[in-house]
């Protein structure tokens, strides 16, 4: 996942941040508790690399600035991803308020990669997104190099929608491909089972 332009603020977007729970994840708000983790999963260029704000080396001076700026909102909401029943941290999911709209993201933690997390996180936030805002259309990109995200963004039902350029902390002006689901593709997909 990958956000790409500067936070606007929209009430049409705003939502509050449920506890939510999937099969195998409890997704919260972050917490202090979550900074040892958070630092030891995020200090990993292979991970910042395909994220836009993401920076490296990420020490716990970022995670706090993480921490207050998930508890604001005015980019939208963030959510710490745990394994359920053992609040082992995984990596981050969110919803985000750029100028096109309301667009999911998401990260995990490399020793967590290939398990399904991310896809886990993104379905329960589609719906969210869906069930908890009046948007009509959600976004989401992903870098041209992240066949891994790309799967996550189809198994949601998302369609490609174009590409464009993404200005990384990490590597600098990068191009993306670009995604969208619109509320009445969602609303059909619901009555199937999650892909």
Known sequence: MVAEAEDTEDESYAIDCPVLATERLVMRAPCEADIAQLVELADNRHVAEMLARMPHPYGEAEARAFLAMTRSRRAGIAYALTLAGTDIFVGCAGLNMTDRGLELGY?????YWKRGYATEAAHALVDLAFQRTSTQVLQASTR????????????????YA?????NSIVAGQVPVERYRLDRKTWISLRNWVHF
């Open 107 to 111: 990260w995990i933690g490399e020793p």
């Open 144 to 159: 041209v190099i992240n066949p891994a995200s790309r799967r996550v963004i189809h198994k949601c039902g998302f369609q």
């Open 162 to 166: 174009g590409q464009g350029m993404l």
